[in-house]
């Protein structure tokens, strides 16, 4: 797919045009497995970040593009959970010296409306993926929260021996149920090249069992959720 034919527009492969989708770099991507739709946003630029971009649905059969909704032009992770519902993670920086706060935000795949926020630490998260089955989403940070300080968008830590952590939320709820230690979250590409970094985790529902980059790339971290 060509995205960028025209100013506010995005041209498909036969070279229709589809009024409403910004032009420029797509660098997220998933699919809805039980419609086989496929879903395309908008990664999060560096240090302030505001907005909201339409999302683009593909249909791969029809071979159209259309806008599916609103989503956060400050995402780091978009996932479907294969039954209706898209989800954005997403931290919104007002300032290169304010932490910002991550937020797991829904949609409707037909309607677009979207769910209620469910806010869920202080830092930018890195990474997202959805377990449908079981309604989970797994979030991944670089490091844990630390302290927050004006003057930097991450938070201090002193002592990380926990190095990158997961996430484990419960999207009914919306609460935290777990979080795992011990992984090494960094560039894997670069977070803009895409979506390097922002889709560098992926589950298996059957077994609650997931994996993503191991340190220095050179491996594949098997983890249980």
């Known amino acids: 797919m060509l ?13 229709e045009q589809h009024p409403g989708l910004l032009i420029g770099t797509y ?33 791969l059969a029809a071979r159209t593009v259309t806008g599916a909704g609103s989503s956060s032009g400050c995402s780091h992770g978009f996932a479907s959970d294969g039954a209706g519902t898209l989800y954005n993670l997403s931290a919104t920086a007002i300032s290169t010296k304010i932490v910002p706060n991550s937020v797991l935000t829904g949609f409707d795949e ?3 409306e979207q769910g209620d ?16 089955t079981h309604k989970l989403a797994v979030v991944a940070y670089a490091s844990p929260a630390g302290t927050a300080y004006f003057g930097s968008q991450q938070g201090v830590v002193l002592d990380n021996n926990a190095t990158g952590q997961l996430v484990l939320i419960d999207l009914t709820s919306g609460t935290v149920v777990r979080t ?35 340190a220095y790339d050179g491996q594949i971290q098997q983890f249980s959720y």
């Open 27 to 59: 660098s997220l991507l998933d699919f809805d497995t039980s419609t086989g739709a496929v879903y395309l946003a908008k990664g999060a630029p560096a240090f302030i970040c505001l907005g909201g971009v339409t999302v683009a649905r593909v249909d």
């Open 180 to 214: 795992l230690n011990g992984f090494a979250i960094d560039a894997h590409g670069g977070p803009l090249v895409h979506g390097g970094l922002m889709n560098s985790l992926h589950l298996d529902p059957s077994t609650r069992t997931g994996w993503t980059y191991a």
């Open 117 to 132: 926020p469910i806010g869920i630490r202080q830092g930018v998260p890195s990474a997202l993926a959805v377990d449908g």
């Open 3 to 15: 995205v960028g034919a025209g100013r506010g527009r995005t041209r498909g492969e036969e070279g």
């Open 110 to 112: 037909k309607t677009g």
